[in-house]
């Protein structure tokens, strides 16, 4: 486990170099800014940041915006050979993995946190509901979690980073836009499985405020799944 | 320490080491070397447990490592041959992090951090971001890393290459050094290089060890049939014909220039000439200015090895 945490320490100093972060981090507050301003900060809105965070916004800009951050993960340091260094130091692929997801998970929290400025706002001017806003970082960092893990699964599959990152963009597009898609064209049990399927499903019920288990635990084990998947993808590079 | 029995590696089709056994005894250092391509990275890569081996056992201080990779990977320093670091970090920055994956508290870190600098030459860089680094920096961090954790045998993969002759001879001053207190395993493709350094080597080609011992001994069974090399001034073909004469003596080219003969002499097995060479001179007055035995030198011996394994490769 200290391993894990040196690889996430060193993940983060990664992150101040990484052109592609600070692209990330930018436009992903700024585009929050400009939602903000349009569909939240309004005379007579609701005291809440569901304007902003409500719909296929928020979900599909994340899914980009993560995606890139994700893709890097693994596949640079096969492609620099610090993969065989690091596989060759008494490190368990777990560690690694778990390292690799903490690193780019503080890097999310820290974006996260700069939004954090328009719930002050809504607060100084109007009567803000805590309890919710608790409930939509929860959805956020439920949501951001399994984008990165599917990004960090794929990429411990490729040296190539753009490969890794077009593969979790597709797929995750699969399993948020277009099962929804699905859904909306049946009636009845298959309707509901899509819709189940749906990571945007869970997201937007708990948008609106709706904290159930079910939903959570979508997340929770989806991003374990992934995480273990990962794991063994590296781990097949000793057997192969 | 290091025990290697009938390893084997194939690519799908493609054999890279085939069948290979060496033992390396703790305290040697070991050379491992061969063309491009001829399987030392791959078997480098299997005892480092890099890489599965497809069939055969390879052991490092007594751990497998294929069932007891963590242990055989605590036991190791490895330096992979391109000397791979994170261009973003700055030396020490790296080097601590390299000592937290090996378990080492803070205490420790800054000792051993201190001890690599002092041996690897790291004083003026050891603040500098790696990416600004040169290859020959690079390497050194490499090594230092390598050596961090103080582990009972270093595996060195090409460690001197893309150095200058600068570099180089410190790499190799600093291997020599290392070698008083680990096992080393070192790959290389410079033959000068290896009979320098090296206790025992293991010549690999085409993934098959070719020969293994010391660098005498593989001289020594090439150099059966020695040279004898000597500069005289006189008449060509009488001096031809006088040394041709003398017992033993196989055969003999010459070479005139300026007056003077350069004579290139193979004589019997165990035959030493220079004795009658010497008097045949003086008898005939001949004035004699050099004589010297030509050693052979592993660069033949490597040159001759490989080129019978691409005859019998043919012949197949």
Redo the contacts between chains.
Sequence with gaps: MRNAVAIMQRELIAYFFSPIAYVVLVLFLGLCGYLFTEFVFKPGGEASLRGLLDGWTMPIMLLFFLSLLGMRLLSEEFRNGTMETLLTAPVTEVEIVLGKFLGVGAFYLAMLAGTLAYAVLVAVFGDLDVMLLACHYLALILLGGLYLSVGLFFSAWTRNQLVAGLLAIVFLLVFSVLSQLVANQFEGWVRAVFQHLSIVTHYSEMIRGRLALDHVLYFVTTTAFFLFAATKVLESRRWR | MISVKNLTKRYGPVLAVSDISFEVQAGQIVGFLGPNGAGKSTTI?IL?????ATSGQATIAGYDVFTQ??QV??Q?G?L?E?A??????RVR?YLH??G????LDRAARDAAIARVTDRCWLGEFINRPIGQLSKGMRQRV?LA?AMLHNPKVLILDEPTIGLDPTQIQEQRKLITELGKSHTILFSSHTLSEVERLCSHVIVIASGRILASGTPEKLRQSVSAGSRLIAEMKGPAEEIRRGVSAIAGVKKVDLDGRDGWQRLSIEAGDGQDVREPIFALSAARGWTMREMRREVASLEDFFVKITAEQRAQSGKR
């Design positions: 890569r480092t447990c890099y890489q599965p990779s963590v990977r605590r190791i490895y992979p391109s791979p670091l994170y261009p973003e970090m920055e992090f390299r937290k994956l090996h378990g490499g890393d």
